[in-house]
Protein backbone atom coordinates (compact mmCIF):
# COMPACT_ATOMS: atom_id res chain seq x y z
CA UNK A 1 0.00 0.00 0.00
CA UNK A 2 1.15 3.43 -0.70
CA UNK A 3 1.54 5.64 1.90
CA UNK A 4 3.02 9.07 3.11
CA UNK A 5 2.87 9.51 6.75
CA UNK A 6 3.83 12.84 8.53
CA UNK A 7 5.04 13.53 11.82
CA UNK A 8 7.10 15.89 14.07
CA UNK A 9 4.14 18.70 14.02
CA UNK A 10 3.39 20.97 17.15
CA UNK A 11 2.99 24.10 18.99
CA UNK A 12 5.93 26.48 19.13
CA UNK A 13 6.38 29.84 19.99
CA UNK A 14 7.54 32.23 17.57
CA UNK A 15 11.35 31.98 16.56
CA UNK A 16 11.27 28.41 17.61
CA UNK A 17 12.16 25.06 15.72
CA UNK A 18 10.33 21.99 14.25
CA UNK A 19 11.42 19.32 12.16
CA UNK A 20 9.05 17.41 10.15
CA UNK A 21 9.06 13.80 8.35
CA UNK A 22 7.66 12.27 5.93
CA UNK A 23 8.01 8.21 5.75
CA UNK A 24 7.35 6.74 2.73
CA UNK A 25 5.99 3.44 1.92
CA UNK A 26 4.78 0.66 -0.59
CA UNK A 27 7.37 1.95 -3.52
CA UNK A 28 10.77 2.59 -3.77
CA UNK A 29 10.58 6.49 -3.57
CA UNK A 30 14.03 7.35 -4.61
CA UNK A 31 13.39 8.36 -7.73
CA UNK A 32 10.47 10.72 -6.74
CA UNK A 33 10.11 14.37 -6.06
CA UNK A 34 8.80 15.11 -2.78
CA UNK A 35 7.68 18.54 -1.53
CA UNK A 36 6.71 20.16 1.32
CA UNK A 37 3.26 21.98 1.32
CA UNK A 38 1.09 23.59 3.86
CA UNK A 39 -2.74 24.92 4.45
CA UNK A 40 -4.03 27.56 6.64
CA UNK A 41 -7.19 28.15 7.75
CA UNK A 42 -9.19 29.82 5.23
CA UNK A 43 -6.43 29.62 2.53
CA UNK A 44 -5.22 28.02 -0.46
CA UNK A 45 -2.25 25.07 -0.10
CA UNK A 46 0.87 26.42 -1.06
CA UNK A 47 3.82 24.88 -1.79
CA UNK A 48 6.61 25.77 0.36
CA UNK A 49 9.48 23.16 -0.39
CA UNK A 50 10.74 20.78 -2.85
CA UNK A 51 13.72 18.18 -3.22
CA UNK A 52 14.59 16.37 -6.39
CA UNK A 53 15.51 12.68 -6.62
CA UNK A 54 19.36 14.27 -6.94
CA UNK A 55 18.96 16.86 -4.02
CA UNK A 56 18.07 19.95 -6.22
CA UNK A 57 15.88 22.24 -4.30
CA UNK A 58 13.04 25.09 -4.77
CA UNK A 59 11.62 27.30 -2.05
CA UNK A 60 9.12 29.89 -1.78
CA UNK A 61 10.65 33.02 -1.22
CA UNK A 62 8.95 33.38 2.44
CA UNK A 63 10.63 30.30 3.86
CA UNK A 64 14.21 31.63 2.52
CA UNK A 65 17.12 31.03 5.20
CA UNK A 66 14.91 29.69 7.37
CA UNK A 67 13.43 26.17 6.44
CA UNK A 68 15.41 23.45 4.64
CA UNK A 69 14.18 20.17 3.03
CA UNK A 70 16.20 17.08 2.83
CA UNK A 71 15.97 13.46 2.29
CA UNK A 72 17.48 10.14 3.37
CA UNK A 73 16.70 8.12 0.17
CA UNK A 74 17.86 4.61 2.06
CA UNK A 75 15.04 5.76 4.94
CA UNK A 76 12.36 6.31 2.42
CA UNK A 77 12.06 9.72 4.59
CA UNK A 78 11.97 13.08 3.80
CA UNK A 79 12.13 16.02 6.06
CA UNK A 80 11.47 19.49 6.37
CA UNK A 81 13.66 21.63 8.77
CA UNK A 82 11.84 24.67 10.39
CA UNK A 83 13.72 27.35 12.42
CA UNK A 84 13.07 30.86 13.24
CA UNK A 85 9.24 30.02 12.65
CA UNK A 86 6.89 32.71 12.86
CA UNK A 87 2.43 32.65 13.48
CA UNK A 88 1.95 33.04 9.70
CA UNK A 89 3.55 29.59 9.68
CA UNK A 90 0.71 28.67 11.12
CA UNK A 91 -0.72 25.60 8.75
CA UNK A 92 -1.43 22.32 8.44
CA UNK A 93 1.47 20.87 6.38
CA UNK A 94 1.22 18.04 3.69
CA UNK A 95 4.18 15.79 2.45
CA UNK A 96 3.82 14.50 -1.44
CA UNK A 97 5.65 12.61 -3.87
CA UNK A 98 5.35 12.95 -7.50
CA UNK A 99 7.05 10.25 -10.35
CA UNK A 100 7.49 13.24 -13.06
CA UNK A 101 7.80 16.48 -12.19
CA UNK A 102 9.98 18.69 -10.21
CA UNK A 103 7.43 21.42 -9.49
CA UNK A 104 5.90 23.72 -7.51
CA UNK A 105 2.19 22.82 -8.67
CA UNK A 106 0.78 20.76 -6.30
CA UNK A 107 -1.85 19.25 -9.16
CA UNK A 108 1.20 17.48 -10.57
CA UNK A 109 2.07 15.30 -7.50
CA UNK A 110 0.89 11.68 -7.64
CA UNK A 111 0.90 10.92 -3.78
CA UNK A 112 -0.20 12.54 0.04
CA UNK A 113 0.04 12.24 3.21
CA UNK A 114 -2.78 13.15 5.47
CA UNK A 115 -1.09 16.42 7.20
CA UNK A 116 0.60 17.50 10.33
CA UNK A 117 -0.80 20.70 12.35
CA UNK A 118 1.64 23.14 12.94
CA UNK A 119 1.25 25.99 14.93
CA UNK A 120 3.43 28.66 16.26
CA UNK A 121 2.19 31.00 18.92
CA UNK A 122 3.37 34.73 19.13
Known amino acids: QVQLVESGGGLVQAGGSLRLSCAAS????????MGWFRQAPGKEREFVEV???????DYVESVKGRFTISRDNAKNTVYLQMNSLKPEDTAVYYC????????????????WGQGTQVTVSS
Open 26 to 33: GRTWGSYV
Open 96 to 111: AAGARWYTRDGARYDY
Open 51 to 57: ISSGGTT
